[in-house]
């Protein structure tokens, strides 16, 4: 089983609707949370970073930490057809700078 | 702004063949990381830099791997003998400090071999 467990999709939704994406993790020392968008042929982007638990907003972004049932998530509200994308979590302990990253949900926004 | 840049972009090898994959940071990132992504996966940890120091090669798969980073900017990564389990996408990022939040990313060398 891996670290980190993510739904590699694709999941398609309408332009304008809300997206959930989640992935779950095993190791409870995570303390670090990030979220990247990786466009076809590019590097991955850093989206949304959280440290421990709660939420944290940023636009029409917003990432959720619940560290009792080691699962993380990001919304996207409005959703547009440029955030069509594959998001990858990533997540690292305290003391350790080493990511460990989901598989990457393929998302797709239909116009 | 230059982000970071690695060449070449696209890399076809025969099997057998050694391959030299450049990354260029930030000018200034202290860190540099280098990450092996197979198709449909995310990103693994290969080898991480501080400087011109190579402080973890824990991820490099096997002896054929090789990274390094001379003077602590520009760094290389190169394979020897390569194999068929080889081919993905390396990509390279760069930090300021160690401890940074985020990471920057190249837009990575997609490598094939045949």
């Known amino acids: 089983q891996k670290e980190v467990e993510q739904d590699p999709g694709p999941l398609s939704v309408p332009e304008g609707a809300i997206v959930s994406l989640n992935c779950t993790y095993s190791?409870?020392?995570?303390?670090?949370f990030m979220w990247y968008r990786q466009y076809s042929r590019k590097g991955p982007e850093l989206l949304m970073y959280t440290y421990s638990s709660g939420n944290k907003e940023d636009g029409r972004f917003t990432a959720q930490v619940d560290k009792s049932s080691k699962y993380i998530s990001l919304f996207i509200r409005d959703s547009q057809p440029s955030d069509s994308a594959t998001y990858l979590c990533?997540?690292?302990?305290?003391?350790?700078?080493?990511?460990?990253w989901g598989a990457g949900t393929k998302l797709i926004i239909k116009p | 702004g230059a982000g970071v840049s690695q060449s070449p972009r696209y890399k076809v090898a025969k099997r057998g063949q050694d391959v030299a994959l450049r990354c260029d940071p930030i000018s200034g990132h202290v860190s540099l990381f280098w990450y092996q992504q197979a198709l449909g996966q995310g990103p693994e940890f290969l080898t991480y830099f501080q400087n011109e120091a190579q402080l973890d090669k824990s991820g490099l798969p096997s002896d054929r791997f090789f990274a390094e980073r001379p003077e602590g900017s520009v760094s290389t990564l190169k394979i020897q003998r390569t194999q068929q389990e080889d081919s993905a996408v390396y990509l390279c990022?760069?930090?300021?400090?160690?401890?940074?939040?985020?990471?920057?990313f190249g837009p990575g060398t997609r490598l094939t071999v045949l």
């Open positions: 990533a997540m690292r302990e305290d003391s350790n700078y080493q990511l460990i």
């Open positions: 990022a760069s930090s300021l400090v160690r401890s940074q939040k985020e990471q920057f």
């Open positions: 190791n409870s020392a995570f303390q670090y």
